[in-house]
């Protein structure tokens, strides 16, 4: 399982770009890469997912480089609402029933 | 559409006492089950995964265990709580591309 390291900790304020950066570097071939977010008191919840280049849907972007050691998500101007944690996680998308660990992640705060 | 459940929401309980949370999945059949642990402002520690029905996975040897004793349903258990095994319980499935997905939490206080 590849391990991932990411920031402890980022601030922003409202209306920026927010990159979030995790660094997977003994990741395999098979396995791809998800994003999640987590609100105090709540189970997290899927944001994106990739395995190469770059993806796209309604809430962010995933920059993956071509070496895919580490993956970038992307959250355009942020508001209040997306102060949260954001883990990274990366595994076999297709192997069904392996362990997902997550990391530490990331706890953004977004100031007004 | 799929959902999972997750009960109890909040418990407290002595140290000392058994513990049992539940959670159940509707609208897939053999899905990959997992329970999760967060303490207090850390991470997600992977406690208990399962493929199917009496195929349990132990990550986190200690004085907890699981069971699927039905397809979609998953049991966290403890025969005696220990203080520090207070903290937010969540149970999650996964789909095909083996996204998870989690119930609303099981908050455990021990005292």
């Known amino acids: 399982l590849a391990k991932t390291t990411q920031p402890i900790s980022m601030d922003s304020y409202e209306g920026q770009e927010v990159n979030i950066t995790c660094s997977h570097n003994n990741i395999a071939t098979n396995d791809y890469i998800t994003w999640y977010q987590q609100f105090p008191s709540q189970g997290p919840r899927f944001i994106i997912q990739g395995y190469k280049t770059k993806v796209t849907n309604e809430v962010a972007s995933l920059f993956i480089p071509a070496d895919r050691k580490s993956s970038t998500l992307s959250l355009p101007r942020v508001s209040l609402s997306d102060t949260a944690v954001y883990y990274c996680l990366v595994g076999e998308i297709y192997n069904q029933g392996g362990k997902l660990i997550f990391g530490q992640g990331t706890e953004l705060s977004v100031k007004p | 559409s799929q959902t999972i459940h997750q009960w109890p929401a909040t418990l407290v309980q002595p140290v000392g006492s058994p513990l049992s949370l539940e959670c159940t999945v509707e609208?897939?059949?053999?899905?990959?089950l997992y329970w999760y642990r967060q303490a207090a402002g850390r991470g997600l520690q992977l406690l208990f995964y399962s493929v199917g029905i009496g195929q349990i996975s132990s990550e986190v040897p200690q004085n907890l265990s699981a069971s699927r004793p039905q397809d979609r349903q998953f049991i966290l258990s403890s025969k005696k709580l220990l203080l520090s095994d207070s903290g937010f319980y969540l149970c999650?499935?996964?789909?095909?591309?083996?996204?998870?997905?989690f119930g609303a939490g099981s908050r455990l206080t021990v005292l």
């Open positions: 999650a499935w996964t789909n095909l591309v083996n996204v998870l997905t």
């Open positions: 609208g897939t059949s053999n899905p990959n």
